[in-house]
């Protein structure tokens, strides 16, 4: 507490000279000192203004459009079936089929008119070589309907393995005035142009976007442009801007040089501006706020004559506020230090734990260095190397919460505990992970390191980890979140590196990973195996796509897509043999993939999937339900006078039509149509023998509305028409 006392005396006093040096400062260069104070703040406020509203900018147009955009394939066009009206032409010819042309139709103009920044939908269906234009459909084989903006993408997704493509904003068509911007991907997103069913082209509206940013600052304000990967120009809230659509701006160059986020001052058409973006999260858009500072220069210019004017006011009028108020607020203000050291000691933690967290993130003044926002006291970072770590511990969904934070607490106090080669700082991050910074004399330490730490983790672990280390760098708050920025990158990659509890961002080569291989071929073949109950290949296959992703050259959103195809093709298997997937494997096994944590957890779950589906088909191929046949026996025969199809026996028995086509003749020995001809052929027999109806109402009741068709057939059954078979009968009663 006296030693408190004694700094805030030190304080005081310091603060009493200094203010009676700012008086003496003032008489001498005032405008000097107040000039440069205010318009240094008055420049930060603005950065700090700027980057705010680019970010909001940002919030506005990539959630609500951008994201609902690139989602839009995943939610309309997936295999479920609430979207079978737009999926079905993918694999099925419709050319022929006006109904479902019409129906697709409808679908697409409904998801349009309810989602109000999309100026149309364009989806060409390989399959049946037609393009749907919203509402209308085109068969290309008879005309030429890719005109406009369509000319953009049309031929490069039919004659190049091109997947996905940004086309930039430009006129829809000629006899369409309105800006769009499309979102263009192949369907499905992998394989060659060989494979491909279809195409996606999304058309955004460019003067809503236009809307979009005039509600967020009107031309007034500033100015706000949204720009693509080569900084042209696509919207804007300034309609009378000199720039069209379309042009590269003057400053995009310097922009595009400098990342994805940042801020710099230009001269923009005569007038100093301060230019603020930020990249969109879902595609290589820059979001650009523009403020002039004209006006600011001339504030400043009048800040320094008022400030002339009232120097000499001011320099006797602070003199004496500076003693009175010094004298004053001596012993309250010694109090509150007493106060601030101890509520400083309770709450260090706390403090530390925030510190640390936001110099990982980022979350500091821009330009600031460490000197500037000032340590916690326990916290060093003297020596001069850093690398970030984030620590990933698996099991989180088996524990409660108080067995997880005493996991926590023990390994951040393992991890801290001190060492010649290092410190470390570690604290609690999002979930079940723990984040730091370790601090080292030379980057040649680090190794060392790495083993010192896993060493403290085994000992204080049962569970499964993973360490991801970023890169060794100077020390620095930049640094510090460019390496823990990697660290985070990297623990997603531990799904492929499951051998390994360390990965080190630069043994990834993210750089070199490619986001194509020849694993698409080889899927397209699982569902052939499993409809032929060839295991052993099916389980090769598989093999082989492990092998291929587990070489460590391709990216994780490739591996990890491949493996949900893999799963799809498994499901969309059983669901096309007349199983319900959800019955025979516990759910939804794409649901499930989601939680696998790594490809070796992945491989055996996937094979025993493979051996319950195996075990399924193997099983119904050598025992078919007599009681079920029975039913299915009785149906027909029950429905004789109905007109009868395949499609609504299978109804009936609640199974795939398909399925029910090639048990019946298992059951029956003939297929589905000869036998049901057969048995209503033996009923028209018996009311032939009855005589009690014509021939034309024999075919009525026995369901042929054709009575040629009818005789036809009974015809080929019994040699000799209807009428004359009955006329047989008639004899052979009277012989």
């Not at 079936?81 to 697409?108: A, H, W, Y």
């Not at 007493?338 to 993130?361: A, G, T």
């Not at 498994?570 to 019955?583: D, F, H, L, P, T």
Request: aromatic share 10%; hydrophobic share 40%.
């Amino acid at each position: 507490m006296k030693a408190a006392h004694r700094k805030g005396n030190r304080l005081f006093r310091r603060l009493l000279v200094f203010n009676l040096l700012t008086v003496v400062l003032i008489t001498i260069v005032p405008q000097y000192i107040f000039y440069h104070y205010f318009k240094s703040m008055y420049e930060e406020e603005i950065n700090v203004l700027n980057m705010q509203t680019v970010r909001q900018f940002q919030s506005a147009i990539d959630e609500p459009i951008i994201k609902s955009v690139t989602n839009f394939p995943n939610q309309y066009l997936s295999e479920v079936d609430s979207n079978e009206t737009l999926t079905t032409p993918f694999f099925t010819d419709i050319r022929n089929d006006n109904s479902t042309i019409r129906k697709v139709s409808r679908q697409i103009g409904d998801i349009k008119n309810n989602l109000p920044y999309i100026h149309s939908i364009n989806i060409y269906y390989r399959q049946s070589n037609i393009l749907f234009m919203d509402n209308y459909a085109c068969m290309l084989e008879v005309s030429d309907c890719v005109q406009g903006s369509r000319q953009d993408w049309f031929s490069k997704f039919k004659d190049s393995d091109i997947n996905i493509m940004w086309v930039p904003a430009r006129l829809e068509g000629p006899f369409d005035s309105n800006l769009v911007v499309s979102y263009v991907r192949s369907i499905p997103f992998f394989g060659s142009k060989d494979q491909r069913q279809g195409t996606l082209a999304v058309n955004i509206n460019v003067s809503y976007l236009e809307s979009m940013l005039r509600k967020l600052k009107t031309s007034s304000e500033g100015r706000l442009l949204i720009l693509d990967e080569h900084g042209r120009l696509i919207a804007r809230n300034q309609p009378d801007s000199s720039k069209a659509i379309g042009e590269e701006q003057p400053f995009s160059q310097k922009m595009l040089s400098m990342g994805a986020t940042g801020i710099f001052s230009d001269k923009i058409e005569g007038q100093t501006s301060v230019v603020s973006y930020i990249q969109s999260e879902y595609n290589n858009w820059r979001y650009v706020s523009i403020t002039s500072v004209e006006n600011f220069y001339q504030k400043s210019t009048r800040l320094r004559v008022w400030m002339s004017a009232v120097g000499a006011a001011f320099l006797s009028l602070n003199i004496m506020i500076s003693v009175f108020l010094t004298k004053q607020a001596s012993k309250p203000i010694s109090r509150r230090m007493d106060s601030m050291q101890l509520s400083l000691e309770k709450y260090q933690p706390i403090i530390m734990h925030r510190f640390i967290l936001n110099l990982l993130k980022g979350a500091v003044p821009q330009n600031a260095t460490l000197q500037d926002i000032g340590v916690p006291a326990g916290m060093r970072l003297d020596s001069a190397y850093i690398c970030c770590f984030v620590l990933h511990i698996y099991g989180k969904s088996q524990r409660r919460m108080d067995e997880e934070t005493a996991v926590i607490i023990r390994v951040v106090e393992a991890l801290e505990d001190k060492s010649a080669l290092g410190a470390i700082c570690a604290v609690q991050d999002e979930g079940f992970e723990i984040s730091g910074i370790v601090n080292i004399d030379h980057a040649d330490n680090l190794p060392d390191m790495i083993r010192l730490m896993t060493a403290r983790l085994d000992g204080v672990l049962q569970e499964r980890y993973v360490l991801c280390i970023g890169q060794v760098y100077p020390v620095g708050i930049t640094e510090i979140g460019n390496s823990y920025a990697e660290a985070k990158l990297s623990v997603p990659y531990a799904f492929l590196r499951s051998e390994s509890n360390v990965i080190q961002y630069e043994d990834l080569h993210l750089s070199e990973l490619k986001d194509n291989g020849s694993s698409a071929k080889i899927i397209v073949d699982i569902e052939p195996c499993i409809r032929q109950g060839n295991e052993k290949r099916l389980q090769l296959l598989i093999g082989y796509v492990l092998s291929e992703l587990r070489t460590s050259e391709y990216t994780l959103v490739y591996c990890r897509n491949t493996l949900l195809d893999v799963v799809s093709a498994i499901r969309r298997a059983v669901k096309n043999m007349g199983y319900s997937s959800s019955e025979m494997l516990g759910g939804d096994i794409r649901e499930h993939f989601k939680a696998v944590e790594t490809i070796d957890e992945f491989e055996n779950w996937i094979y025993l999937i493979i051996q319950i589906v195996m075990d399924k088909i193997n099983d119904r191929k050598n025992h078919v339900n007599q009681e079920f046949s029975a039913q299915i026996i009785k149906f027909i025969e029950d429905n004789i006078y109905n007109q009868l199809s395949l499609d609504m026996v299978a109804e009936y028995a609640n199974i795939n039509p398909t399925y029910l086509s090639k048990i019946f003749k298992m059951i029956t020995g003939s297929n589905f149509s000869d036998y049901v001809t057969v048995k209503k052929l033996e009923q028209a027999v018996i009311l032939l023998r009855e005589e009690e109806l014509s021939i034309q109402e024999i075919s009525n009741k026995v369901g042929y509305n054709s009575t040629h068709h009818f005789i036809r057939l009974f015809k080929e059954k019994y040699g000799q028409t209807p009428k004359r078979y009955q006329k047989s009968l008639r004899n052979e009663e009277n012989s």
